[in-house]
């Protein structure tokens, strides 16, 4: 059973703060991994992919991957009130996807 | 700016009865994919689909789930005789250029079984 952990929430945080979000994954030969943002009644809708050990930014975004670690981050930084959402890290394993079941993050302005 | 579309949103059937959610993935995409979020849950994977035959598929698309790409457009997931517990939103989704890129969401299908 391939296995998508994430940490648990809900967060609530002040507008402008740094925001940590954090996965690990069971399956060592997971090549791909993906980080969604789902509002409340939408799709999923994807905010970064890495495939390569180390960081890779976006914006105010940086997923961080550690192979090794079977770990998996995604650092946020000056939060703001619409990033409020649940968070859902996924994982590829060849041609299948499996998700996280989400952290939920509250930006209170 | 090319989107996923998808139809019905909302599809009510009685149990027993056999569905077909559709899909139009964005036009020159080659991945297709469907999965299946029960309300509170986390949103699972059920098959891939590439070069019109199934990739891969999850233990949940068993035989009782079907799909097709009928035409050059559409992608289509049949369910038949569902089950209360097929009550769900499914999502289809299509990718460009394979495992290692993005996978574009469409808004879903709400399907609800009584």
């Known amino acids: 059973q391939k296995e998508v952990e994430q940490n648990s929430g809900p967060l609530s945080v002040p507008e402008g703060a740094i925001v940590s979000l954090n996965c690990t994954y069971s399956?060592?030969?997971?090549?791909?991994f993906f980080w969604y943002r789902q509002y409340s009644g939408k799709s999923p809708e994807l905010i970064m992919f890495?495939?390569?050990?180390g960081d890779k930014e976006d914006g105010r975004f940086t997923a961080q991957l550690n192979k090794a670690s079977q770990y998996v981050s995604l650092l946020i930084r000056d939060s703001q009130p619409s990033d409020s959402a649940t968070y859902l890290c996924?994982?590829?394993?060849?041609?299948?996807?499996?998700f996280g079941t989400g952290t939920s993050l509250t930006v209170i302005p | 700016e090319p989107e996923v579309t998808q139809t019905p949103s909302h599809q009510v059937t009685q149990m027993g009865q056999e569905v077909i959610l559709r899909c139009v993935p964005i036009?020159?995409?080659?991945?297709f994919y469907w999965y299946r979020q029960i309300l509170g849950q986390k949103v699972e994977f059920l098959v891939s689909?590439?070069?019109?035959?199934?990739?891969?598929k999850s233990e949940i698309f068993d035989d009782q789930f079907s799909v097709e790409r009928p035409d050059g457009s559409n992608f289509t997931l049949k369910i038949r005789s569902t089950k209360l517990e097929d009550s769900a939103m499914y999502f289809c989704?299509?990718?460009?250029?394979?495992?290692?890129?993005?996978?574009?969401f469409g808004p879903g299908t709400r399907l609800t079984v009584t």
């Open positions: 996924a994982v590829a394993t060849g041609n299948q996807f499996y």
């Open positions: 399956d060592r030969g997971s090549q791909s």
């Open positions: 890495i495939y390569s050990n």
């Open positions: 036009s020159n995409h080659l991945y």
């Open positions: 689909f590439y070069n019109n035959e199934i990739s891969e």
């Open positions: 989704a299509s990718c460009g250029q394979g495992i290692a890129y993005e996978q574009y």
